[in-house]
């Protein structure tokens, strides 16, 4: 059995090794990533048919539960630890020989320190706990939006960081204010509290920790980072962020919600606000000739589907939501990762500029084209088994307003289908024209050739589990299922920890 | 426009946050953990002073992560400073005869005081943190009396690099003898004595070390662009 | 006077929230953001501090024996504030260093004028 601080402690240990070695060879920083997400990785999958029948629980330090730091790796914990295991390996195989200027020893210390970060957010049962590991996961992608030192970079990154930043400083206050009211930090001590206070009481908190998390995870009028900052970060961190960093804001404002407050009332508010950046995030995507911010943009929609899938509150809705997390993970990391070789190629990041890509890049197009359905959920892919668990819950409900609101999902899907269709038929259909005109902004465009073969491995793998998932979803229903659970069975939580 | 949006959206969180006070007596003893932890924390870590207990035994877990975001801190200010592009120089006026002598001359007491807050961190007010802030003033006080002086940046992130790794190994000893993460398995011995509470002076002078290391060279990186 | 007695902390620590969120809304030179952001986050430790405060506390160190426990404030808000502090100033360097780069960038530091990237 493995401990699951080790998956925290492990990585942590590498980045602060990646320095000492680099005095021994210069060029080794960049494998240690590679190595550190394989264990997490290993040590998921090992952790993950023991924690299905009952939950890990951890105390640090070694005091009894509500007195220190506890981690809780339930079904929900681990899969998202697997998740970014997953997705850090193979962005990491992919960066080997993407990254090639800048301060490279700096990248893959940072880099290896976000995805702790993120895997210390979905571990832990602290409330300050989670802060901190917030604040990892922030701060590192900060610095990482503005690695590669162009004007484009900096700017998005220092609109980021003051949006950020104003977020966590709401939810250090909602923390200030649980404290005061509780008298403690952990989160099944306060949720076995949190019915001898008034409910007018707990909503100010309840709405900073939602506006707070809510910063990163990208709702409605708090996202005017994103566009910026996911189109002028390099493309694995792109990739990183979308797939990664704004689902764990998700998840954090899930846990604050279900778990620690269980507040039933606040759903159809969090159904409204997800289907609100459902709608703004694809109407503004369909009119992006920039294929990154088209494919931020897209992320945004992902986000208000997820939230409304979540907002549901049944047992197949929150399924729903946790499937359609490991459907936009794997999708718009593969989508990112096909399009960085094709820039780089080109020399531009506009939609016109990638013509005659479906012959010249014949595999990063099939990918390209691959993502995209699943996306919009087309069926052999992962992402038809996702949608339509959402819409079956919603129809489950049985009443009027929820049609009304599949309807808004279904029209979502129809944009979404109609922006990608075109980028598609960009890549396959319109021949090359003699002179056409190139965007002279950036000329580095180095011909025609198809992506190196590390990068060609993770995109591989990507496409192999997304048409392998969308066959066979039972292979992931046998975690979705408990994990659904324990979101909803607050009791259970409780007693798991505080026995 | 603007300024009018941001005033009401303030008197609407202002409200919010005011009501919700309202609620929290001032200067009433509120919490179960700050009871136990102020009657047990003596006998269970052996630290007197209760604040570093606190800080390194019962939480430990949130300063492995404080550590790690001044780390991130410090990276990040290389990296992103790593790509500047020197312009003219400028002219740096050499500091005076009072100014270089007073700061040679104060530069080893305060490392000594720095260090001494550090060392004595679970007897006294004090601890790792502030302990490092201190030793990164007196690398501040020698950057103005010399600017032309660099300090070697290997040595910095050497210093950092070990200091981080004792921390976690500590940990992780901790996991291998006692069962869990941090556990303090170094014996407690006598209280209010230098060589008391277990691990806790062992991690804090890692950290004091790490902190003014870092500091010192986010200074030190700050003054490389301008030369 | 009772009122103001009591509540004189939590006024100041909202006080020097609302003020920085304001400075952060409504100012257009980064620097002045950045100092609204350090007030901001200096406001929301002192509400932290504030909280665990105890009537007639003092310092919970047992410097000598036969101290009694009931007479010490509140440890836990301490440590965590000692943790944001820090989580500030990393936060705080990381936004000069980039302030830096932008004015090397563009020649001027007003949000305004720094749009290059449009819809």
Redesign the interface.
Known sequence: MV?P?LLI?VP??FA?????LG?ISKRIGKYIPPIAMLFNLVASLILMPEVIRRPVV??????PA????TLFAGPVGILFSCLIALVGFLVSIYALDYIK???RE??H??YL?LL??AT?VVLTGDI??LF??F??LC??S??LV??L?NKAG?ESASKYLIQGSIGSAFIL?AIA?V???F???NMADIARSIHS?SPI?LF??L?LFITGFGVEAALFPLNAWLPDAHSSAPSTISAVLSGIAIEVGIYAIARVVFTVFGASSILLFLVLLGLLTLLVGELSAFSQSNIKRLLAYSSIGQIGLILFALGIGTNYGIAGGLFQFITHALSKVLLFLATGYMIYRVGSMEISSLEGMGKKMPLSSLAFTIGAFSLIGLPPFVGFGSKFLIIRSALERQSLLYTVFIGIVLLGTIIEGAYFFRVVQVLYFKSEKINRKRPARRSFGVGGEEAPATALIPIFILMILIIVIGIYPKLVTGILNPAAGELLNRIGYIQEVLR | M??IV??I??SV??I??????M??P??????????????K??G?TGA????TS??L??????????V??????A???????????KKTKREIMPSSLVLSTGCKFLFPFILLFGTYIFIHGH???G?G?QGGAIIASGFLLIYLSCPKKRINE?RF??T???A??TF??T??LG?AF???????FLPKGV??TLFSAGIIPIIYIAIGFKVGAELAG?IDG?MR?SE | MSFLN??I??IGA?GL??IG??IL??KHNLIKMIIGLAIMDTGVNLLLI??????KGT?????KTGLN?RN?V???P???V??AI??G???L??AL??A??LY?HYGTLDMRKIKEQRW
Do not use: H, W
């Open positions: 401990n601080v402690a942590l240990a602060f090794s990646i320095p000492l005095f951890v105390s640090l330090g070694g005091f509500p007195f220190c730091i200027e800048g301060a700096k990248y210390m940072l320190l702790t970060g210390g300050f706990n901190v590991f604040e990892i701060i590192s900060y610095v503005a690695y030192g900096v206050i204010f404290y005061g009211q008298g403690t930090l206070v009481q100010v908190p709405v | 603007r300024k941001s005033i959206l303030l969180i202002a919010g946050i005011v009501l919700t006070l609620k929290i001032f200067a009433v003893p509120k919490t179960k953990v700050g009871a136990y932890y102020v009657d924390g003596v269970q007197v002073n209760i604040v606190v800080v035994n019962y939480r430990g877990f949130d300063t492995l992560g404080e790690t975001v001044l780390f991130i801190a990276l990040g200010l290389g990296a992103v400073l790593a790509t500047v592009k007897l006294t007010p601890g943190f290997a992130k050497v950092e690099s070990i981080g790794l976690v190994i940990g992780i996991l006692g069962g869990y993460f941090l556990f303090n209280a209010n986010i700050l662009i | 009591n509540y902390y939590y909202v929230i609302l969120l304001y809304l409504a504030t909280i665990g405060y105890i009537k310092a919970p160190i047992f410097s426990p010490m509140d440890p836990v301490q440590a965590l000692l943790t820090v989580i100033v990393a936060v360097a990381l260093s980039l830096i780069r090397q």
